[in-house]
């Protein structure tokens, strides 16, 4: 049960894009469609903003998306606000009813 | 809406145990598999423990397997998390979450109780 492996931080202006990649195995990202993306900002639970891979639920603004091509999964947030500035998390399910979470990306907004 | 309430965290000597509570309303806690997560002070998060709807069914993180037991009331809307044999590096703001069924995310989140472990 190895953490995914994420990028400490990223950063990008506003209206700017920007990806966040997360890495795994064969034994969870690879095996599953069920990645998953969380926002945390300071003090406050997550909030899931895509799930399965690329799925956005309800209330989930389109400037975020999501995709996978092997091992590796990837968040999108494009036209980058203020209000994007968070930590971002991406987990993944990885058989007989186990689930593992990436590190966790700073977000900074320029 | 969902709405998810954990309890019972505070200070507790290593060695010691205790149990956490989250309270659920807001949907039909009976249909939903049901998930504990941790944060360490500063550090991301780690997946603890899934329990399915019906309690039947449950799976700890190896950190954790042995010493932490998930379980839930139905008839309470109540999911708990026992913690035995706690240690300082169990010291974590300790989340519930709400397993989106057949999706395998834990679509909802309590705001989350913080255990530490200090003698």
């Known amino acids: 049960q190895s953490a995914l492996t994420q990028p400490a931080s990223v950063s990008g202006s506003p209206g700017q894009s920007i990806t966040i990649s997360c890495t795994g195995t064969t034994s969870d990202v690879g095996s599953y469609n069920f990645v998953s993306w969380y926002q945390q900002h300071p003090a406050k639970a997550p909030k899931v903003m895509i799930f399965e891979g690329s799925k956005r639920p309800s209330g989930v603004s389109n400037r975020f998306s999501g995709s996978k091509s092997g091992n590796t999964a990837s968040l999108t947030i494009s036209g980058l606000q203020a209000e994007d500035e968070a930590d971002y998390y991406c987990c993944s399910y990885a058989g007989t009813n186990t689930w593992v979470f990436g590190g966790g990306t700073k977000l900074t907004v320029l | 809406q969902v709405q998810l309430v954990e309890s019972g965290g505070g200070v507790v000597q290593p060695g010691r145990s205790l149990r956490l509570s989250c309270a659920a309303s807001?949907?039909?806690?009976?249909?939903?598999?049901m998930h504990w997560a941790r944060q360490a002070p500063g550090k991301g998060l780690e997946w603890v423990a899934v329990?399915?709807?019906?309690?039947?069914?449950?799976n700890h993180a190896d950190s954790v397997k042995g010493r932490f037991t998930i379980s839930r009331d139905n008839s309470k809307n109540t999911l708990y998390v026992q913690m035995d044999s706690l240690r300082a590096e169990d010291t974590a703001v300790y989340f519930c979450?709400?397993?989106?069924?057949?999706?395998?995310?834990?679509?909802?989140w309590g705001q989350g109780t913080l255990v530490t472990v200090s003698s």
């Open positions: 329990i399915s709807n019906d309690g039947n069914n449950k």
């Open positions: 807001g949907f039909s806690f009976s249909r939903n598999a």
């Open positions: 979450a709400r397993d989106y069924s057949g999706t395998f995310t834990l679509d909802d």
